[in-house]
Nanobody, 132 residues
Framework: QVQLVESGGGSVQAGGSLRLSCAAS????????MGWFRQAPGKERDGVAG???????TYADSVKGRFTVSQDNAKNTLALQMLSLNAEDSAMYYC??????????????????????????WGQGTQVTVSS
């Protein structure tokens, strides 16, 4: 049974940083798309950053240059380093993954998974609150 468990959220002042982690277990595929998504109250879920099994990455324009997604394959962990946080970054952050197929188009997957989450595995989310 695949499980994704996020951690590392919290409250921080604007300009601060946080590091989120997602521990993945129960999967056997060596091909995947994985990523971070966020959803603020009253807003749609958006893709933030993605990474595939080859280490390619993609980012939403709003976080480029501030967020970095990485993976530790030995520990089966996905991370999101967030710098220069602002109030617009406040949201519930979710880790998600598609282990069913080779990740041919990571950018497409990051957009598609946000609007059609059913085909992917999701964590329970971790709250990030940035105060200005």
């Amino acid at each position: 049974q695949v499980q994704l468990v996020e951690s590392g959220g919290g409250s921080v002042q604007a300009g601060g940083s946080l590091r989120l982690s997602c521990a993945a277990s129960g999967y056997t595929s060596s091909n995947y798309c994985m990523g971070w998504f966020r959803q603020a109250p009253g807003k749609e879920r958006d893709g933030v950053a993605g990474i595939d099994s080859d280490g390619r990455t993609t980012y939403a324009d709003s976080v480029k240059g501030r967020f970095t997604v990485s993976q530790d394959n030995a520990k089966n962990t996905l991370a999101l380093q967030m710098l220069s946080l602002n109030a617009e970054d406040s949201a519930m952050y979710y880790c998600a993954a598609d282990f069913s197929q080779q990740c041919d188009d990571l950018e497409w997957w990051l957009q598609e998974a946000a609007s059609n989450p059913g085909a992917n595995y999701w964590g329970q989310g971790t709250q990030v609150t940035v105060s200005s």
